[in-house]
């Protein structure tokens, strides 16, 4: 649903901010499941390497028609056929909404993981363990 969203955002409704908060939601529930060592496994990245990312595909996909004689911002679009695929319509708005979405995703994961770390932090220095699978199965099996 997220890349749906990401790739269908210059003809319909969606882009890269609403693709980046769906991929987002989907780390907020894993790290919800799992806590944050479930989200390090996600999500290895830094999420300062992804807004930083993020921010530069962004700005020189802004930036990139200036050096072609354009305005900044101006998208153009490209129609073509792919044999299995059928026609495509791919806008160069698309490069800008990718570095949305990874700047979407970025900023999420690095809330979860500042956030997060001190709840869990917490939890650590009260005594409270994260539950192991195996011991769900020994109070099922009681």
Do not use: C, K
């Not at 496994?41 to 802004?62: I, K, R």
């Not at 999420?108 to 770390?117: E, Q, T």
């Amino acid at each position: 649903l997220s890349l749906y969203l990401l790739l269908s955002g210059h003809n319909q409704p969606g882009g890269g901010f609403s693709g980046g908060l769906v991929a987002g939601t989907a780390l907020i529930v894993r790290y919800l499941a799992g806590g944050r060592y479930e989200l390090g496994e996600a999500m290895p990245l830094h999420a300062g390497y992804l807004l930083g990312a993020g921010v530069a595909t962004a700005g020189l996909s802004a930036l990139l028609p200036l050096f072609f004689g354009g305005s900044v911002l101006q998208t153009v679009v490209f129609d073509f056929t792919l044999p299995i695929w059928g026609e495509v319509h791919l806008a160069t708005a698309l490069l800008f909404d990718v570095g949305v979405y990874v700047l979407v995703l970025g900023l999420v994961l690095d809330i979860l993981r500042s956030f997060g770390a001190e709840i869990d932090r917490h939890g650590e220095v009260e005594g409270i363990e994260p539950a192991d699978d195996d011991d769900d199965a020994e109070v099922g099996a009681r």
